[in-house]
């Protein structure tokens, strides 16, 4: 028996539809999980099989159907784990294409001490990656967990006749890319660029520095963001996508699967004021950025559908925050911020990502292949958002040599 897929399975799955096969493999998490000392092999098996046991999602197969939808199809089949202790082997796992029509969405390896898990998007996001180490970790203890509550009834509850919520997003994207700014005519082509801008804050200091701000940390680094495009494009508004993680209700915020998807906001100079103390517009980038978020559940067709109406719209710019909540253990120290940039090996996703990630310090990624930047410019919008952070807390931020 097969069942629809979730809007968030379907977003992947259209994703999946534009790139090369080849490059399917840009699909594939990967997390690294430390072993308790003394975990033997068997144990970790053990484990891994009862945790797959718990979530619906890890042995789910998709069928196509005969309008080139994915169906879930749940098996009772289990992944094989091995062990390499090489130095490559996690690299080597990370681009290995996993078929999601014919093989179950994750691998799982044993490398020296840590377990090696590589899992296809469709199956899982960043928060459910969290959801199954905590899982794992308890099953390895030894706790008993019963099944889970997983992405096949949630696909049901979306896919009713009359769901009020995916027809509010859907006029949302119309209303948005109606009003978005227009595409330039930029016939150079577009390099692949890559950053990483380690901003040396340890998360607790940067969710201080929020909380005086008065809005939520992601909503401080997106008003960042924002006025540093302003500043190095020139652009008084831009179209701007906001990962919405869509877990704020306890029927979902446990579900392990992909929930992910993009919301879309326009941002202009009059909200985020840069030249501005940050202090006083992260409250009004806050609510813009909220009331966003908000429609982050919708039909990946319906807002493909909107994007083919307005043609001309910009393609705008991505933002996904990836950061731990307050409260979260952190022994890191204030250290000297540093900008890397470099080709990025990424050839697919967004033309202009930016990935705020924050474990135990702040730090950002770039992804750029959006025509109009290069190397140089991308440098001269890292050294703006650093220079912003500088003004919150200077002592955590002075630029290394």
Known sequence: MTYPATVGQLSVWRDLEKIPRERHWEANLQFVWDLPAGTTDEQVRAAVG????????????????????????????AITIGRDDGPDAPEREL?????????????????????????????????AALIMREDFLRLLGG?????????????????????PRLRNAERHWRRTLAAAPRAKDETAASERIGAML????????????????????????????HRALCVVTGEPAHLMFSMSNNRYDDDQAGIVTSLNQWAPLLL????????????????????????ALKHGV???????????????????????????PPGFPSRDEPVPSTVE?????????PG?????????SLEFELRVSRPGWDGSRVRAFADHVLAELHALSPAATARSS
């Open 198 to 225: 380690r901003t040396g804050i340890p998360m607790p200091r940067a969710h201080e520095l929020a909380a005086a701000a008065g809005a939520s940390l992601s909503s401080v680094l997106l008003a960042v963001y």
């Open 95 to 127: 681009r290995q294409v996993i078929d999601v029509t014919s093989q179950l969405p994750w691998r799982a390896l044993i490398s020296r001490n840590t377990l090696v898990v590589t899992i296809h998007h469709m199956a899982a996001d960043g928060v």
């Open 143 to 163: 706790e008993e967990l019963p099944p889970a509550r997983g992405p096949l009834e949630l696909a049901l509850e979306q896919q009713s006749r009359d769901n």
């Open 298 to 324: 919708y039909s990946p067709d319906a807002a493909a559908a909107a994007r083919a109406e307005q043609p001309e719209a910009d393609a705008g710019y991505h933002y996904n925050p990836m950061l731990t």
């Open 50 to 77: 009862k945790l797959a046991a718990r979530h619906g999602s890890l042995r789910t197969l998709y069928v196509v159907d005969d309008q080139g939808l994915p169906r879930q199809r749940l098996t009772e089949d």
């Open 341 to 349: 940039v470099y080709p990025s090996p990424r050839a697919t996703g």
């Open 268 to 291: 202009d100079a009059a909200t985020s004021n840069p030249g501005a103390p940050l202090a006083t517009v992260a409250e009004k980038v806050h609510w813009r950025h909220f009331s």
């Open 352 to 360: 202009f990502y930016v990935i705020a990630r924050g474990l135990t």
